[in-house]
């Protein structure tokens, strides 16, 4: 069988491009697995709790403001909001892990401590007032996560817990019910606030003070600071991480968003004004199996490369079905370490993946070339690109940075090793080989 270069050239472009399915096929299990993941955490966060936000300690206040309309009293139902003059917030969040099948869920169950003063001059202007209701409100996102030990003190005396926080727009939480009379015997309302809270990934606090000062400290090495403000400090190691917030009312506009969102119904910037960390997965084995199979085509480009140049540089011709089986199990190496990664881990699972590939095609090509030396010099080849690959996964930062550097020393060597071809001689002397 007569074998052109071009056509050889031809049907290596077209099995490249044959191959691309399979990979998008894999790509594609990889999203569902994914999703599928999601959706178990979803689910876990509606049997549990789900991500969390606090907001508070506030004052609410309502009462009855009487008015003349036309010589007729009307009375209409107002309300105050007195946010704390200082705020000081210390977190500690141990994290465990809930599973459901071979998918994990990371949840935490915090302790946070909550001091400060309210000046409670301004609730003077309702001492003619009818008040109806006058309560200290925590606001939580999920209140499925609060726990025993939570308690509210006011002025150094501990308040019996409700639920709810009376509030439309905010209406999950607790509060403490207050007698005006007696709180306004001092201008000044100390507070103290233990509250045990449990979430899934994301804990967020509403700097609500005038002065507000956030201590976090939790056992998990993979933080991620969200939020409208960056800590001041932090420091993050394989035990864990510590970060500071600290900010002021001049930065935050927080008064003003929270009037929009109590009595203008309009709570997206308010809520958005927060401090806090999202716990992320440091380990997520389907994000890095996706950048993997990124990799795929540079992959197969390279060890049809060489196939290729053993046909021009040995003149021993390679069938098109010998390079069909070695892209198949070029493929077949992220199948391998997608279902692998589930059960083992990403790391353990691409080594274990690699050695079977490369194993197989240094096999493969020992028989294919009748040379066990030479499928010993491709299991290392394959081996180091495999390694090269690993490499570029773990680099986020200098990825793409590495990968152009791959691929100008691999076409350097190609085009240093074919410098002499004489590629017309060449395409004679394929077009007399007969196999």
């Not at 409208?228 to 932090?234: A, F, G, Q, T, V």
């Amino acid at each position: 069988m007569k074998q052109k270069i071009e056509t050889k050239l031809v049907i290596i472009i077209g099995l490249i491009v044959l191959l691309l399915i399979p990979i998008f096929m894999i790509q594609s299990l990889i999203d569902e697995r994914a999703e599928l993941q999601d959706q178990v955490q979803a689910d876990i966060a509606k049997s549990s709790s789900a991500e969390q936000q606090i907001i508070g300690p506030f004052i609410h206040a309502e009462y009855i403001e009487t008015s003349m309309l036309d010589g007729k009293t009307t009375e209409r139902l107002a309300s105050i909001l007195l946010l704390p003059e200082t705020l000081n917030i210390d977190s500690k969040l141990s994290t465990f892990e809930k599973y459901r099948g071979i998918y994990k869920a990371l949840l935490y169950r915090s302790k946070n401590q909550f001091e400060g003063v309210f000046d409670t001059t301004s609730l003077a202007q309702l001492a003619d007032k009818k008040v109806q209701r006058l309560n200290l409100v925590m606001a939580i996102a999920d209140i499925r996560g609060i726990g025993q030990g939570t308690q509210i003190k006011v002025n150094d005396r501990t308040y019996k817990l409700f639920p709810g926080t009376q509030i439309a727009q905010l209406p999950e939480g607790v509060r403490i019910e207050l007698d005006y009379e007696s709180i306004m015997e001092v201008s000044t309302l100390p507070y103290k606030i233990d509250l045990n809270l449990q979430g899934m990934r994301k804990l967020a606090l509403a700097p609500v003070g005038k002065e507000t000062s956030l201590n976090m400290q939790a056992d998990w090495p993979h933080p991620s600071f969200v939020g409208d403000y960056l800590p001041i400090e932090s420091s993050i190691s394989q035990q864990g991480f510590s970060a500071s917030w600290q900010t002021n009312y001049f930065a935050t506009n927080l008064h003003e968003l929270f009037n929009y969102c109590l009595f203008q119904n309009e709570c997206t910037q308010f809520k958005q004004r927060s401090m806090g960390v999202n716990l992320v997965d440091g380990v997520n084995q389907y994000l890095k199996n996706y950048r993997a199979s990124n990799y795929a085509l540079l992959v197969i480009v390279l060890v049809f490369a060489s196939f290729f140049l053993l046909e021009v540089l040995r003149g021993e011709p390679v069938h098109p079905v010998q390079y069909g089986f070695v892209g198949l199990a070029l493929a077949v190496f992220y199948l391998l370490l997608i279902s692998l990664s589930e059960h083992l881990g990403f790391n353990v699972a691409y080594l274990l993946s690699a050695l079977s590939s490369a194993f197989l095609l240094s096999i493969y090509v020992a028989g294919m070339l009748k040379n066990s030396k030479h499928g010993g010099f491709f299991l290392l080849g394959v081996l180091f690109l495999y390694s090269l690959l690993f490499g570029l996964l773990s680099a986020e930062d200098y990825a793409l940075l590495m990968g152009s550097v791959l691929v100008f020393a691999v076409l350097s060597l190609i085009m240093i090793l074919t410098r002499t071809v004489n590629w017309y001689s060449t395409k004679s002397q394929v077009d007399n080989e007969v196999t």
